[in-house]
Nanobody, 127 residues
């Protein structure tokens, strides 16, 4: 049975850091590119970062570029999103998802391409 589980969310002050984890079971994460998405209250879900399966290529949206770092550990079947210099506008539910269609991440994420999704983890940035 396929599962994707995010963890590591929580409450953090502006300027702080968090590392989110995305643990997969029931399939091999190494075969999939991994995307991170987020949905803030009252807003549509947006794709913010992706890491390819074949070459480790990465993509970041303009809103997180330079502050967030995506990585993966295929041996642990886990992907990560290191978030630094967090801002109140980063407050959202963060989701990871696995995409078998694409082995690389050349640009903006297309949600319909993603096969498996986690349930999300809440990140709140507030003083």
């Amino acid at each position: 049975q396929v599962h994707v589980v995010e963890s590591g969310g929580g409450l953090v002050q502006p300027g702080g850091s968090l590392r989110l984890s995305c643990a997969a079971s029931g399939f091999f994460l190494r075969d999939y590119s991994i995307g991170w998405f987020r949905q803030a209250p009252g807003k549509e879900r947006e794709g913010i970062s992706c890491i390819g399966s074949s070459d480790g290529s990465t993509y970041y949206s303009g809103s997180v570029k330079g502050r967030f770092t995506i990585s993966r550990d295929n041996a642990k079947n886990t992907a990560y999103l290191q978030m630094s210099s967090l801002k109140p506008e980063d407050t959202a539910v963060y989701y990871c998802a696995a995409n078998l269609m694409r082995s690389r991440c050349p640009g903006p994420l297309l949600q319909y391409e993603y096969d498996y999704w986690g349930q999300g983890t809440q990140v709140t940035v507030s003083s």
